[in-house]
Each structure stands twice: as C-alpha cells, then as structure tokens.
Nanobody, 126 residues
C-alpha cells in the first residue's frame, strides 16, 4: 500500500514559480516511478512529468518542457515538481501518482496508475 500527499499549491501570478511536493509512505518508495498529472475543470487528467525509480530518467509533457523540473529524494520518500514561468493555462489540480510496475513507461495512461494523492490546487492569475 502506498499513500501519497501533495502540497505546495497556491495562487501565483503569471511568470511566477511554485514547488509542489509529493510525500509518499511505504518501504518500497525507491522502487517506483512517479508521475505528476493535472486536471483543469471539465477536461481529462493530463500527464505533466514522470521520474524513474532511480531518478535517472525523466519525461515531460511538451507544454511544460523547459519550465517544469521533476526530481525525487528517495531518502525523504518525496517527489518534487518545480514549476517556473507559470502561465494561466497551468491552472489545475495537480496530482502525483504511482505505478507499481518496474517498467519505465512515462506514456502509460492515467487509469493504469495504482495510487493517487488527493491533489493540490495551482491557480495562475494573468
């Protein structure tokens, strides 16, 4: 069983930055790849970024490449999403998610993930 708790969301002006955190429970945290998704009202949950269990591989949605950075600290069982140059279209609820599969596949669909956090709201004003 894995429990995920996101934090760090808030209201920020366009061009600003936020750092999201995802704290995970579980002894085998370092075995999992972890992804961030986001969901705006009325739209599907979209992939944002992923990081492999070792941290050596990362992947990003085209819309956030060059602005967002995903990282992890296995000692702290946490994953982070540094978001810079935020835009109003980044406004959404952000979720972290875990797939227990050991296969690195950042393209896996959202419904294939095994555990989700409760989400944290990010609002970017223009």
């Amino acid at each position: 069983q894995v429990q995920l708790v996101e934090s760090g969301g808030g209201l920020v002006q366009a061009g600003g930055s936020l750092r999201l955190s995802c704290a995970a429970s579980g002894r085998t945290f370092s075995s999992y790849s972890i992804s961030w998704f986001r969901q705006a009202p009325g739209v599907e949950r979209d992939f944002v970024a992923a990081i492999s269990y070792s941290g050596r591989s990362t992947a990003y949605a085209d819309s956030v490449k060059g602005r967002f950075t995903i990282s992890r600290d296995n000692a702290k069982t946490s994953v982070y999403l540094q978001m810079n140059s935020l835009k109003p279209e980044d406004t959404a609820v952000y979720y972290c998610a875990v797939s227990v599969s050991r296969v690195w596949n950042p393209s896996r669909p959202a419904e294939s993930y095994d555990y989700w956090g409760q989400g944290t709201q990010v609002t970017v004003s223009s």
